[in-house]
């Protein structure tokens, strides 16, 4: 057998006169483990070069995860908002509001808005939802850039929810810049708080399809319609302990007063919100523009809409007739209630010409008298403006001669005891014939229903001017 080498006995080796711990030897290495030297040379150098390549990655993604969970300063998010604005321009809303530079603007202030609502939230996670709101709106420069036209564009406004308190802690935003808005959902998830949820990017999924959403994926102004704003309320949460809100969505069109609100209903399911109810309903804007906002009190919503008329119809700055719709949000189901007129006297006459004009009117109405003095009086030419269907009417050749517009509506209750109610009608001919027809209808409660007993028509049809005078 052959002796063991001297360089493998002590302690300490050199392999190669490689330095691998040890004293240097001037032995020759044994010629049957030359061999082995360059494999284990060149494993000692992958080694190494694991190890140092190693060690950047690591720097890397440890900086990615910092950046992702640790809060933004919000001092500079403060700063990149006020740059933001002094970007947009101060001209004319309508006109410079909708150019693609300016629209890509909003989007960041949008995005700007939502980082410092969680890096505020991350700093201050005992925040209430008013505090956070007041902050929000406290990023607005002081004073504010020169607004045109009077329209207060740069105006910010937000109002905020708590849904769920603790370490899971979760709030529903309502941001709105000027006439645009969002709602967004921040959670507390691994200590920090991260949006998980944007109306709008919920709305872009549906946009394809035109799903119930889509207004809110409109950036520039239109006639009607137009791009949303916002305003969250806190609901009952259902029977299982799911947290419930509701939003309140409102258009800002370019002109027009008849406009179409949307109020959403939206539970919390542990992970994002889900719609429980998506609702569109037709509002007057009255004196400076105001829509009506919906009323909240416990499980009860309530929206003041403007009634749909089969034959008449009021100007769209009347918000006649006034329909209530309500939304009863219970521990199980969400139900909606029928609609109830603010004047049912409105409908019943509106029923009444309808019957009239497309068929038998039912004895439970009116009767076959007033049936016949409708038709016997009534002048030709405002028969035949009853009579259109303003769905297949050329609104651009006839004007306002596709239907009959209320002039005006009065309603007087009278003999009560008996419970009957005069209504005074007055009814505009169209744009092109200054022309009106006043008529006093005699509604009497029989039972449960009403009924139309009288229907007085004076002769001949009198001009608006004279009526004037």
Same mark, same amino acid.
């Given at each position: ?11 300490? @080796? ?16 044994? +010629? ?31 900086? &990615? ?13 403060? &700063?990149?908002?006020? !740059? ?5 321009? !101060? ?29 505020? @939230? ?30 207060? +564009? ?20 309502? $941001?709105?810049?000027?006439?645009r ?8 998830? #691994? ?15 549906? &946009? ?23 305003? $969250?309320?806190? @609901?009952?949460?259902?029977a299982?302990?799911?947290p ?26 542990g ?13 007057s ?19 003041? !809409?403007?009634?749909?008329s089969?034959v008449?119809?009021? !100007? ?41 004009? +497309? #068929? ?70 169209? &744009? ?12 009497e ?6 009924f139309?007993?009288?229907v ?14």
């Amino acid at each position: 057998m052959r002796a063991a080498s001297p360089l493998l006995e002590g302690p300490d @080796l050199r392999l190669g006169g490689l330095p691998f711990g040890g004293v240097e030897s001037s032995q020759p290495l044994p +010629h049957d483990l030359l061999p082995v030297t360059p494999r284990i040379r060149f494993r000692v150098r992958r080694a190494q070069l694991v190890a140092v390549l190693a060690v950047p990655m690591i720097l890397i993604a440890i900086g &990615a995860i910092a950046a992702q969970t640790l809060p933004r300063s919000l001092d500079q998010l403060r &700063a990149e908002y006020g !740059t933001l604005i002094a970007k947009l321009p !101060t001209g004319d809303e309508f006109q410079t509001w909708s150019d693609p530079d300016s629209q890509a603007t909003l989007r960041q202030v949008r995005k700007i808005l939502e980082d410092w609502t969680v890096s505020y @939230l991350n700093l201050r996670p005992d925040a209430s939802a008013e505090t956070l709101a007041q902050d929000i709106v406290s990023l607005n420069p002081d004073p504010l850039p020169a607004l045109p036209l009077g329209f207060e +564009h740069y105006t910010l406004r937000a109002n905020a929810l708590q849904l769920v308190a603790g370490q899971g802690a979760v709030y529903a935003v309502a $941001v709105n810049f000027g006439r645009r808005g969002s709602v967004f959902v921040v959670e507390r998830r #691994g200590g920090f708080f991260h949006r998980v949820w944007d109306i709008r990017e919920q709305a872009a999924k549906e &946009a394809s399809h035109c799903g119930p959403l889509a207004y809110w994926t409109v950036e520039a102004f239109a006639y009607s319609g137009g791009c949303l704003t916002g305003v $969250v309320y806190l @609901l009952p949460k259902s029977a299982a302990g799911r947290p419930r809100f509701a939003v309140d969505a409102t258009p800002n069109p370019e002109a027009g007063n008849e406009q179409t609100k949307q109020v959403s209903i939206w539970e919390w399911d542990g992970h994002r919100p889900r719609a429980l109810l998506i609702r569109d309903y037709e509002v007057s804007f009255q004196g400076e523009g105001e829509a009506p906002p919906i009323s909240v009190e416990g499980p009860w919503i309530e929206m003041q !809409t403007k009634g749909v008329s089969q034959v008449l119809s009021m !100007t769209a700055d009347d918000a006649r007739p006034v329909v209530r719709r309500r939304i009863l949000v219970g521990p199980t189901t969400v139900r909606e209630l029928a609609p109830e007129f603010d004047e049912p006297e409105c409908k019943v006459v509106d029923d009444v010409l309808w019957c009239m004009l +497309h #068929g038998h009117c039912p004895s439970s109405l009116t009767s076959k008298t007033v049936v016949r003095t409708l038709r016997r009086n009534l002048e030709p030419e405002l028969l035949r403006v009853l009579q259109r269907n303003p769905a297949a009417c050329d609104t651009e050749k006839e004007g306002w001669r596709c239907g009959a517009m209320v002039a005006s509506w009065n309603v007087y209750a009278s003999r009560q005891s008996a419970k009957v109610t005069e209504v005074a009608v007055t009814l505009d001919l169209g &744009a092109f014939k200054e022309e009106a027809s006043s008529w006093r209808v005699t509604i009497e409660q029989r039972g449960r229903r009403p009924f139309v007993s009288r229907v007085e028509i004076p002769r001949p049809t009198f001009s608006r001017t004279n009526e004037a005078r």
